[in-house]
């Protein structure tokens, strides 16, 4: 031990006895080799204590009072006037205890380490993984009703969907034109709220009424829901509900088969607010010609200018041939009317 040169020609006195029934002797204090050597004044060694075993029995205190470990009734008392030989010890204890091993302290790091990895995996994977299995597990029925629920709760925001007769079995016309991958999906025009379409879980479509008011021609609003099929498939809206919920809300929708209100009620007014997510151009010229929509109209009514959305224009799949009507005449000018007045 380095530590162990410095102090070997320190020497102190102290009050030495050798157990609890015996009286205290004045003695000399040395460090030897690897050894508090204790001798009488005539040099004669009386004791030689282990330094990697010495303790002290009032810690902070002084005298300071010390005895070999497993002995308490052998002590030695060293004064205030040699505060040199405690300070070596109490150095020299010090480096002893840094170079033991603290299983204690080993176990509280794996414990720590392990609490971190359940911390962690809660954190970073558990989410997505709950997310996930819920995506996978939870049947179509079941997004149906999330879906109708939710509508419940636009309503409020958007007012009632618009039901004329005639409007209505337009609208089932055009859903069954511009069908889902997986199923028809069922399409519903507001009168407000919806900044343009929004897809719900469970397949139905939100359209805001301005895009069958406002336009002369059905393929504007096909074009909008094109572009919200495309998202649909690109990302679950009902993968995004779960996002949004959080996961205590997945873990209850997966025990109990049910969303609270309150996390409806927060998603419903996130969909009306969030910012619709971006497509890329080459994703929509596959799904208009996929669908049979010219891209056309709905890049004007994007960007009245056609510069932002000119790739839609000039790569237009219908640009010189007309595709299957979106919707005949009359049932255009019907669906225009669904919101009656």
């Known amino acids: 031990m380095t530590a162990l040169r410095e102090y070997q020609r320190l020497e102190a006195s102290g009050l030495w006895r050798a157990s609890p029934d015996d009286q205290r002797s004045d003695v000399i204090v040395s460090i030897g080799d690897a050894t508090l050597v204790i001798s009488d004044f005539r040099e004669n060694p009386l004791a030689h204590w282990s ?18 470990d497993g002995d308490p009734g052998e002590t030695l008392e060293l004064p205030d006037t040699e505060p040199d030989m405690i300070a070596a010890i109490e150095k020299l204890r010090a480096a002893v ?6 299983p204690g302290r080993l176990r509280l790091v794996m414990l720590v380490a392990s609490f971190l990895a359940v911390a962690a995996l809660a954190v970073f994977w558990l989410p997505g993984a709950a997310r996930d299995h819920a995506v996978g597990v939870v049947p179509d029925v079941k997004r149906v009703e999330i879906g109708k629920a939710l509508l419940d709760r636009l309503q409020r925001m958007t007012g009632p969907v618009c039901h004329t007769p005639e409007g209505r079995a337009a609208l089932t016309q055009l859903a069954r034109r511009l069908p889902a991958k997986d199923r028809p999906g069922r399409l519903e025009v507001v009168r407000g709220g919806v900044q343009t379409t929004v897809r719900l879980p469970g397949g139905t479509i939100l359209i805001n009424r301005d895009l069958v008011e406002d336009f002369e021609e059905p393929d504007v609003v096909a074009g909008y829901i094109v572009a919200e099929r495309l998202r649909a498939e690109a990302s ?19 025990t109990t088969g049910a969303l609270e209100p309150a996390t409806l009620d927060a998603y419903a007014q996130h969909l009306l607010t969030a910012p619709r997510p971006g497509l890329d151009t080459d994703a929509l010229l596959h799904g208009f010609r996929r669908l049979g929509v010219r891209s056309t109209p709905y890049a004007y009514a994007l960007d009245i200018s056609g510069e932002t959305t000119l790739g839609l224009i000039e790569a237009d799949p219908f640009a010189n041939a007309a595709p299957e009507p979106v919707l005949s005449d009359a049932d255009w000018l019907r669906l225009q009317g669904i919101c009656g007045s």
């Not at 993968?239 to 209850?252: E, F, I, K």
């Open 51 to 68: 330094l990697a075993a010495i303790q002290r029995a009032n810690p902070g205190k002084r005298p300071a009072i010390y005895h070999p």
């Open 97 to 102: 205890e840094r170079r033991r091993p603290h």
């Open 236 to 254: 679950d809206p009902f993968a995004r509900l779960l996002d949004h919920a959080g996961l205590w809300a997945t873990l209850r929708l997966l």
